[in-house]
């Protein structure tokens, strides 16, 4: 996380946000995202992520699939 903030948001203006299409399933929930140019707020890259949850609701394992 910390690589990704500096490497995207600090380095270069991006900011990214969730599509509107989370899906939750017992401990794992799936969604979209977009990597946004916080200037021009143009979408310059997308994914998606699934979360698995712990016990306590805390992400357990976090799988990234950039241009998914």
Do not use: C, H, Q
């Amino acid at each position: 996380m910390a690589r990704s903030y500096e490497r995207f948001v600090e380095k270069k203006g991006f900011t990214f946000r969730a599509r509107a299409d989370a899906v939750r399933l017992n401990g794992v929930i799936k969604f979209g995202w977009e990597t946004v140019s916080a200037e021009t707020d143009e979408v310059v890259g997308d994914g998606l992520d699934i979360l698995v949850l712990d016990d306590d609701g805390r992400i357990k394992a976090d799988y990234m699939f950039p241009g998914a």
